[in-house]
Protein backbone atom coordinates (compact mmCIF):
# COMPACT_ATOMS: atom_id res chain seq x y z
CA UNK A 1 0.00 0.00 0.00
CA UNK A 2 2.76 1.89 0.92
CA UNK A 3 4.38 1.35 -2.59
CA UNK A 4 1.46 2.73 -4.57
CA UNK A 5 1.53 5.84 -2.70
CA UNK A 6 5.26 5.93 -3.19
CA UNK A 7 4.07 5.52 -7.08
CA UNK A 8 1.09 8.11 -7.32
CA UNK A 9 2.99 10.48 -5.29
CA UNK A 10 5.63 10.67 -8.10
CA UNK A 11 2.83 10.74 -10.81
CA UNK A 12 1.75 13.79 -8.72
CA UNK A 13 4.99 15.02 -9.16
CA UNK A 14 5.83 14.17 -12.92
CA UNK A 15 2.35 15.95 -13.91
CA UNK A 16 3.24 19.02 -11.78
CA UNK A 17 7.29 18.98 -13.59
CA UNK A 18 5.61 18.80 -17.02
CA UNK A 19 3.20 21.16 -16.81
CA UNK A 20 5.65 23.62 -15.10
CA UNK A 21 8.39 23.01 -17.30
CA UNK A 22 6.13 23.51 -20.30
CA UNK A 23 7.87 20.06 -21.67
CA UNK A 24 4.93 18.41 -23.82
CA UNK A 25 6.37 15.56 -21.75
CA UNK A 26 2.84 13.02 -20.78
CA UNK A 27 2.89 13.42 -16.81
CA UNK A 28 3.09 9.75 -16.25
CA UNK A 29 6.13 9.44 -18.05
CA UNK A 30 8.35 12.54 -15.96
CA UNK A 31 6.96 10.72 -12.77
CA UNK A 32 8.48 7.66 -14.37
CA UNK A 33 11.58 9.58 -14.92
CA UNK A 34 11.73 11.15 -11.35
CA UNK A 35 11.24 7.50 -9.87
CA UNK A 36 14.15 6.44 -11.58
CA UNK A 37 16.77 9.14 -10.50
CA UNK A 38 15.17 8.98 -6.99
CA UNK A 39 16.51 4.92 -6.97
CA UNK A 40 19.66 5.77 -8.38
CA UNK A 41 20.19 8.47 -5.68
CA UNK A 42 18.16 6.51 -2.57
CA UNK A 43 19.00 2.78 -4.16
CA UNK A 44 18.01 0.03 -2.33
CA UNK A 45 15.85 1.22 0.37
CA UNK A 46 13.47 2.93 -1.76
CA UNK A 47 13.50 -0.05 -4.11
CA UNK A 48 12.36 -2.17 -1.74
CA UNK A 49 9.70 0.15 -1.03
CA UNK A 50 8.13 0.10 -4.48
CA UNK A 51 8.99 -2.99 -5.89
CA UNK A 52 6.07 -5.15 -4.98
CA UNK A 53 3.59 -2.47 -5.94
CA UNK A 54 5.55 -2.34 -8.75
CA UNK A 55 5.56 -5.49 -9.83
CA UNK A 56 1.88 -6.12 -8.83
CA UNK A 57 0.62 -2.69 -11.17
CA UNK A 58 2.91 -4.41 -14.30
CA UNK A 59 1.57 -7.36 -13.63
CA UNK A 60 -1.93 -6.07 -13.78
CA UNK A 61 -1.02 -4.09 -16.83
CA UNK A 62 -3.36 -6.65 -19.45
CA UNK A 63 -6.16 -5.51 -16.70
CA UNK A 64 -5.65 -2.08 -16.96
CA UNK A 65 -5.09 -1.56 -20.90
CA UNK A 66 -8.85 -2.86 -21.40
CA UNK A 67 -11.21 0.00 -20.64
CA UNK A 68 -9.12 2.57 -22.91
CA UNK A 69 -8.28 -0.05 -25.64
CA UNK A 70 -12.06 -0.82 -25.96
CA UNK A 71 -12.52 2.60 -27.12
CA UNK A 72 -11.80 1.16 -30.65
CA UNK A 73 -15.44 0.35 -30.61
CA UNK A 74 -16.24 4.21 -31.64
CA UNK A 75 -13.45 4.39 -33.98
CA UNK A 76 -15.20 1.76 -36.75
CA UNK A 77 -15.57 4.45 -39.50
CA UNK A 78 -11.81 5.26 -38.92
CA UNK A 79 -10.68 1.87 -39.39
CA UNK A 80 -12.98 0.85 -41.87
CA UNK A 81 -11.28 3.84 -43.99
CA UNK A 82 -8.35 3.40 -43.25
CA UNK A 83 -7.98 -0.39 -42.64
CA UNK A 84 -4.64 -1.10 -45.40
CA UNK A 85 -2.66 1.63 -44.50
CA UNK A 86 -2.82 0.94 -41.10
CA UNK A 87 -1.69 -2.66 -41.64
CA UNK A 88 0.63 -2.29 -44.13
CA UNK A 89 2.66 0.50 -42.05
CA UNK A 90 2.31 -2.03 -38.42
CA UNK A 91 3.84 -4.88 -41.15
CA UNK A 92 6.21 -2.60 -42.64
CA UNK A 93 7.63 -0.73 -40.00
CA UNK A 94 7.61 -3.35 -37.17
CA UNK A 95 10.38 -5.43 -40.01
CA UNK A 96 12.31 -1.92 -40.79
CA UNK A 97 12.62 -1.04 -36.70
CA UNK A 98 13.34 -4.98 -35.61
CA UNK A 99 16.26 -4.63 -38.75
CA UNK A 100 17.61 -1.29 -37.89
CA UNK A 101 17.73 -1.59 -34.32
CA UNK A 102 19.37 -4.97 -34.66
CA UNK A 103 21.71 -4.24 -37.44
CA UNK A 104 23.26 -0.57 -35.72
CA UNK A 105 23.72 -2.58 -32.76
CA UNK A 106 25.52 -5.49 -34.43
CA UNK A 107 27.41 -3.18 -36.50
CA UNK A 108 28.61 -0.50 -34.06
CA UNK A 109 29.62 -3.65 -31.93
CA UNK A 110 31.75 -5.57 -34.19
CA UNK A 111 33.44 -2.13 -34.91
CA UNK A 112 34.39 -1.54 -31.13
CA UNK A 113 35.87 -5.21 -30.70
CA UNK A 114 37.65 -4.86 -33.96
CA UNK B 1 -31.20 -7.47 -22.08
CA UNK B 2 -32.62 -4.23 -21.49
CA UNK B 3 -32.67 -4.62 -17.37
CA UNK B 4 -28.32 -5.21 -17.53
CA UNK B 5 -28.22 -2.65 -19.87
CA UNK B 6 -30.02 0.14 -17.80
CA UNK B 7 -27.33 -0.38 -15.30
CA UNK B 8 -25.06 1.90 -17.01
CA UNK B 9 -27.81 4.63 -16.55
CA UNK B 10 -26.74 5.80 -13.37
CA UNK B 11 -23.66 6.81 -11.58
CA UNK B 12 -23.12 3.81 -9.16
CA UNK B 13 -24.58 1.06 -11.23
CA UNK B 14 -22.36 2.39 -14.34
CA UNK B 15 -19.38 1.93 -11.81
CA UNK B 16 -20.55 -1.49 -10.68
CA UNK B 17 -21.16 -2.51 -14.07
CA UNK B 18 -18.35 -1.28 -16.22
CA UNK B 19 -15.67 -2.45 -13.06
CA UNK B 20 -17.56 -5.74 -12.97
CA UNK B 21 -17.76 -6.58 -16.56
CA UNK B 22 -13.82 -5.53 -17.21
CA UNK B 23 -12.97 -8.00 -14.33
CA UNK B 24 -14.85 -10.44 -15.13
CA UNK B 25 -13.65 -10.52 -19.02
CA UNK B 26 -9.95 -10.22 -17.85
CA UNK B 27 -10.22 -13.71 -15.59
CA UNK B 28 -12.27 -15.53 -18.44
CA UNK B 29 -8.70 -13.80 -20.67
CA UNK B 30 -6.33 -15.26 -18.33
CA UNK B 31 -8.13 -18.61 -18.33
CA UNK B 32 -8.32 -18.76 -21.85
CA UNK B 33 -4.60 -17.61 -21.88
CA UNK B 34 -3.27 -20.35 -19.86
CA UNK B 35 -5.39 -23.10 -21.67
CA UNK B 36 -4.08 -21.51 -24.47
CA UNK B 37 -0.36 -22.39 -23.61
CA UNK B 38 -0.08 -18.49 -23.67
CA UNK B 39 0.06 -17.98 -26.94
CA UNK B 40 0.15 -14.29 -28.09
CA UNK B 41 -3.35 -13.70 -30.59
CA UNK B 42 -4.67 -14.71 -26.61
CA UNK B 43 -3.09 -12.44 -24.29
CA UNK B 44 -5.87 -11.16 -21.82
CA UNK B 45 -5.31 -7.31 -23.25
CA UNK B 46 -6.84 -8.35 -26.46
CA UNK B 47 -9.10 -11.24 -25.62
CA UNK B 48 -10.37 -8.33 -22.62
CA UNK B 49 -10.78 -5.92 -25.37
CA UNK B 50 -12.96 -7.79 -27.96
CA UNK B 51 -15.17 -9.34 -25.48
CA UNK B 52 -16.05 -5.66 -23.54
CA UNK B 53 -16.44 -4.32 -27.28
CA UNK B 54 -18.94 -7.72 -27.64
CA UNK B 55 -20.74 -6.84 -24.55
CA UNK B 56 -21.04 -3.56 -24.77
CA UNK B 57 -22.75 -3.64 -28.62
CA UNK B 58 -24.75 -6.61 -27.99
CA UNK B 59 -26.22 -4.87 -24.74
CA UNK B 60 -25.89 -0.95 -26.43
CA UNK B 61 -24.37 0.65 -24.19
CA UNK B 62 -22.62 3.25 -25.25
CA UNK B 63 -18.92 3.28 -24.96
CA UNK B 64 -18.45 6.82 -23.07
CA UNK B 65 -20.64 5.84 -20.24
CA UNK B 66 -18.71 2.12 -20.24
CA UNK B 67 -15.88 4.27 -20.16
CA UNK B 68 -17.25 6.45 -17.26
CA UNK B 69 -17.64 3.03 -14.60
CA UNK B 70 -14.36 1.65 -15.47
CA UNK B 71 -12.36 4.97 -14.24
CA UNK B 72 -10.99 3.29 -11.03
CA UNK B 73 -9.36 0.08 -13.45
CA UNK B 74 -8.58 3.11 -15.71
CA UNK B 75 -6.98 5.66 -13.14
CA UNK B 76 -4.32 2.75 -12.48
CA UNK B 77 -3.31 3.17 -15.66
CA UNK B 78 -0.90 6.48 -14.82
CA UNK B 79 0.86 4.94 -11.48
CA UNK B 80 1.59 1.58 -13.67
CA UNK B 81 3.30 3.48 -16.22
CA UNK B 82 5.42 5.58 -13.37
CA UNK B 83 6.26 1.92 -11.63
CA UNK B 84 8.15 0.69 -15.44
CA UNK B 85 11.07 3.30 -13.38
CA UNK B 86 11.62 0.04 -11.36
CA UNK B 87 12.49 -1.82 -14.32
CA UNK B 88 14.07 0.75 -15.58
CA UNK B 89 16.73 1.33 -12.91
CA UNK B 90 17.50 -2.32 -12.18
CA UNK B 91 18.05 -2.96 -15.99
CA UNK B 92 20.52 0.23 -16.45
CA UNK B 93 23.21 -1.49 -15.03
CA UNK B 94 23.82 -3.38 -18.50
CA UNK B 95 23.93 -0.26 -20.33
CA UNK B 96 27.41 -0.16 -18.81
CA UNK B 97 29.46 -1.89 -21.42
CA UNK B 98 27.59 -1.02 -24.51
CA UNK B 99 25.80 2.12 -23.64
CA UNK B 100 27.48 3.94 -26.85
CA UNK B 101 25.94 1.29 -29.33
CA UNK B 102 22.95 0.50 -27.04
CA UNK B 103 21.80 4.14 -26.76
CA UNK B 104 22.88 4.68 -31.10
CA UNK B 105 21.02 1.81 -31.65
CA UNK B 106 17.55 2.61 -30.07
CA UNK B 107 17.92 6.02 -31.90
CA UNK B 108 17.98 4.58 -34.97
CA UNK B 109 15.73 1.53 -34.66
CA UNK B 110 13.09 3.38 -32.98
CA UNK B 111 13.02 6.34 -35.35
CA UNK B 112 13.34 4.29 -38.28
CA UNK B 113 9.80 2.13 -36.83
CA UNK B 114 8.04 5.50 -36.13
CA UNK B 115 9.53 7.15 -39.58
CA UNK B 116 8.48 4.47 -41.89
CA UNK B 117 4.98 3.51 -40.09
CA UNK B 118 4.16 6.96 -40.49
CA UNK B 119 5.27 7.51 -44.20
CA UNK B 120 3.64 4.56 -45.02
CA UNK B 121 0.42 5.25 -44.07
CA UNK B 122 0.70 8.95 -45.58
CA UNK B 123 1.36 7.28 -48.81
CA UNK B 124 -1.49 5.16 -48.39
CA UNK B 125 -3.43 8.38 -47.99
CA UNK B 126 -4.71 7.59 -44.39
CA UNK B 127 -6.07 9.76 -42.39
CA UNK B 128 -3.47 12.67 -40.33
CA UNK B 129 -5.77 11.41 -37.27
CA UNK B 130 -4.45 8.15 -38.20
CA UNK B 131 -0.90 9.01 -39.02
CA UNK B 132 -0.49 10.18 -35.57
CA UNK B 133 -1.70 7.24 -33.71
CA UNK B 134 1.00 4.70 -35.28
CA UNK B 135 3.50 7.67 -34.28
CA UNK B 136 4.31 5.57 -30.80
CA UNK B 137 3.58 2.25 -32.24
CA UNK B 138 6.37 0.39 -30.76
CA UNK B 139 6.06 1.59 -27.27
CA UNK B 140 4.72 -0.11 -24.39
CA UNK B 141 1.06 0.21 -24.15
CA UNK B 142 0.58 2.68 -21.75
CA UNK B 143 3.21 4.96 -22.54
CA UNK B 144 2.15 4.87 -26.18
CA UNK B 145 -1.56 6.10 -25.18
CA UNK B 146 -0.53 9.15 -23.57
CA UNK B 147 1.66 9.97 -26.17
CA UNK B 148 -0.78 9.66 -28.75
CA UNK B 149 -2.87 11.92 -26.30
CA UNK B 150 -0.30 14.75 -26.23
CA UNK B 151 0.24 14.74 -30.23
CA UNK B 152 -2.93 14.39 -31.23
CA UNK B 153 -3.38 11.20 -32.17
CA UNK B 154 -6.53 8.90 -30.88
CA UNK B 155 -5.42 6.85 -28.00
CA UNK B 156 -7.63 3.78 -28.34
CA UNK B 157 -6.28 3.18 -31.79
CA UNK B 158 -2.64 3.63 -30.41
CA UNK B 159 -3.23 0.88 -28.03
CA UNK B 160 -4.78 -1.25 -31.07
CA UNK B 161 -1.86 -0.70 -33.29
CA UNK B 162 0.74 -1.29 -30.59
CA UNK B 163 -0.67 -4.70 -29.48
CA UNK B 164 -1.02 -5.78 -32.97
CA UNK B 165 2.63 -4.74 -33.48
CA UNK B 166 4.11 -6.71 -30.71
CA UNK B 167 2.08 -10.14 -31.69
CA UNK B 168 3.57 -9.38 -35.51
CA UNK B 169 7.35 -8.12 -33.81
CA UNK B 170 7.29 -11.25 -31.80
CA UNK B 171 6.45 -13.44 -35.03
CA UNK B 172 8.72 -12.17 -37.44
CA UNK B 173 11.70 -11.49 -35.57
CA UNK B 174 13.37 -15.07 -35.48
CA UNK B 175 13.05 -15.66 -39.14
CA UNK B 176 14.02 -12.03 -39.34
CA UNK B 177 17.47 -12.45 -37.72
CA UNK B 178 18.02 -15.79 -39.44
CA UNK B 179 17.72 -13.55 -42.59
CA UNK B 180 20.02 -10.66 -41.18
CA UNK B 181 22.25 -13.45 -39.38
CA UNK B 182 21.92 -11.89 -36.16
CA UNK B 183 22.75 -14.77 -33.27
CA UNK B 184 24.04 -12.54 -30.61
CA UNK B 185 21.44 -12.81 -28.03
CA UNK B 186 21.68 -9.28 -26.76
CA UNK B 187 21.53 -7.72 -30.20
CA UNK B 188 18.10 -9.68 -30.42
CA UNK B 189 16.74 -9.08 -27.08
CA UNK B 190 17.50 -5.41 -27.51
CA UNK B 191 15.69 -4.99 -30.81
CA UNK B 192 13.04 -7.25 -29.92
CA UNK B 193 12.25 -5.04 -26.85
CA UNK B 194 12.99 -1.44 -28.91
CA UNK B 195 10.39 -2.76 -31.80
CA UNK B 196 8.04 -4.95 -29.76
CA UNK B 197 7.86 -3.59 -26.45
CA UNK B 198 5.97 -6.18 -23.98
CA UNK B 199 5.52 -8.97 -26.68
CA UNK B 200 8.98 -8.95 -27.98
CA UNK B 201 10.32 -9.26 -24.35
CA UNK B 202 8.49 -12.26 -23.34
CA UNK B 203 9.71 -13.57 -27.05
CA UNK B 204 13.01 -12.92 -26.00
CA UNK B 205 13.17 -14.57 -22.91
CA UNK B 206 12.49 -17.91 -24.69
CA UNK B 207 15.22 -17.10 -26.74
CA UNK B 208 18.03 -16.47 -23.55
CA UNK B 209 18.01 -14.80 -20.29
CA UNK B 210 20.63 -12.41 -21.82
CA UNK B 211 18.06 -11.51 -24.24
CA UNK B 212 15.10 -11.01 -21.89
CA UNK B 213 17.08 -8.60 -19.57
CA UNK B 214 18.33 -6.59 -22.62
CA UNK B 215 14.80 -6.70 -24.04
CA UNK B 216 13.68 -5.26 -21.07
CA UNK B 217 15.99 -1.93 -20.83
CA UNK B 218 15.12 -1.71 -24.58
CA UNK B 219 11.67 -2.11 -23.89
CA UNK B 220 11.96 1.01 -20.52
CA UNK B 221 14.03 2.83 -22.91
CA UNK B 222 12.49 3.58 -26.10
CA UNK B 223 9.26 4.20 -24.03
CA UNK B 224 11.26 7.13 -22.09
CA UNK B 225 12.68 8.21 -24.88
CA UNK B 226 9.99 7.94 -27.62
CA UNK B 227 7.92 10.02 -24.67
CA UNK B 228 10.18 12.70 -24.48
CA UNK B 229 10.94 13.08 -27.96
CA UNK B 230 7.47 12.54 -30.05
CA UNK B 231 5.87 15.29 -28.74
CA UNK B 232 8.63 17.82 -29.11
CA UNK B 233 9.13 17.16 -32.86
CA UNK B 234 5.19 17.30 -33.69
CA UNK B 235 5.37 20.43 -31.57
CA UNK B 236 8.37 21.75 -33.75
CA UNK B 237 6.97 20.64 -36.76
CA UNK B 238 3.90 22.90 -35.98
CA UNK B 239 5.23 25.60 -34.70
Known amino acids: MRGIAVLVGFQVLGEGVAWASGLSLPGSVAGLLLLTIALAVFGQRLADTVQQASDKLLGYIALLLIPVGAGIMTLYPVLAKDFWPIVAAIVISTVTGLAATALTLSWLTARRSS | MNSLASLWGYPL ?82 LRERWLPL ?47 KIGGLPSLAAAVVLATGIFGGLIAPPLFRLLRINDPITQGFSLGVAAHAFGTAKALEIHPAAGAFAALGLCLCGVVTAVLLPLIFQWLAG
Open chain 2, 103 to 149: LAALLVGGSVAAGSAMLIAWILGGDPLVIRSLASKSVTTPIATVIAA
Open chain 2, 13 to 94: GRLFASTSLTLGVYGFGIVLYKLGRRAPLLHPGIVGIILVVAVLTGLGVEYTSYFRGAQPIHLLLGPATVALGVPLYHHLSH
